[in-house]
């Protein structure tokens, strides 16, 4: 019930493309869902975060959809670009009164072609 | 804003000594700091939560005698790694979060640890 499953591992992407990364979860009490971007030996970045009261949040090329009843949510990156090349994660946590526990899914490494 | 530094961001170490981590939050108060594991091309493992003048938390089949957890004050956690071993070389990622939201965790750089 703690996992958090990630698609896919590794994605590839022309300069310009829309790269799409999805994520399900199981457990129902999960209520803030961040995705991370981390570049190689460095720490994870939060990129964006949304909470299961909207559907769908956008800050500049990136934008996040969720899906409350199918458990799904999933990273867009429009207009992709060679410096986007990194690896994203993205996690799930439930809400406490300090300190909320992520779990986090398996990474995807995406590469952006010039 | 949001800003968590640690210290040292590698260091090599010869097997049986012991090694001391340092995370501090820069920038704001980290009323919970959590310590990562991250082998190569793979996850963030979980290894332990602190809270500020409490004993940390260990996630299961992480051994509380051999990674020392010590969460002094609210902007600083430190993991000292005990008689380290080969095995035990690895990247080792803290993450704070604060009063203002605490759903929110902020990553540290990380501090790779090669143990010889």
């Known amino acids: 019930q703690q996992q958090v499953k990630q698609s896919p591992q590794s994605l590839i992407v022309q300069k310009g493309g829309i790269s799409i990364i999805n994520c399900a979860y199981e457990n129902t009490a999960f209520d803030y869902f961040p995705w991370y971007q981390q570049f190689p030996g460095k720490g994870p970045a939060l990129l964006i975060a949304i909470r299961p009261d909207v559907s769908e949040k956008k800050e500049g090329r990136f934008t996040i959809s969720f899906n409350k009843s199918a458990k799904q949510f999933s990273l867009h990156i429009m207009d992709s670009q060679p410096g986007d090349s990194a690896t994203y994660f993205c996690a799930a946590s439930r809400r406490r009164t300090s300190g909320s526990r992520l779990t986090f899914g398996e990474g995807t490494q995406l590469t952006v072609n010039p | 804003g949001a800003v968590v530094s640690q210290h040292p961001s590698w260091v090599i170490c010869k097997s049986g000594t012991s090694v001391k981590i340092e995370c501090r939050s820069l920038?704001?108060?980290?009323?919970?700091m959590f310590w990562y594991r991250q082998f190569p091309k793979q996850s963030l493992m979980l290894m332990a939560t602190?809270?500020?003048?409490?004993?940390?938390?260990?996630e299961q089949g992480v051994e509380k005698d051999k990674f020392l957890i010590n969460h002094a004050s609210l902007t600083l956690s430190t993991l000292t790694v005990t008689s380290a071993h080969p095995e035990d070389s690895s990247f080792y990622i803290c993450?704070?979060?604060?009063?203002?939201?605490?759903?929110?965790?902020?990553f540290g750089p990380g501090t790779r640890l090669t143990v010889l």
């Open positions: 920038d704001f108060q980290a009323t919970t």
């Open positions: 602190s809270n500020e003048g409490s004993k940390a938390t260990y």
């Open positions: 993450s704070a979060s604060g009063d203002r939201d605490a759903d929110e965790q902020f």
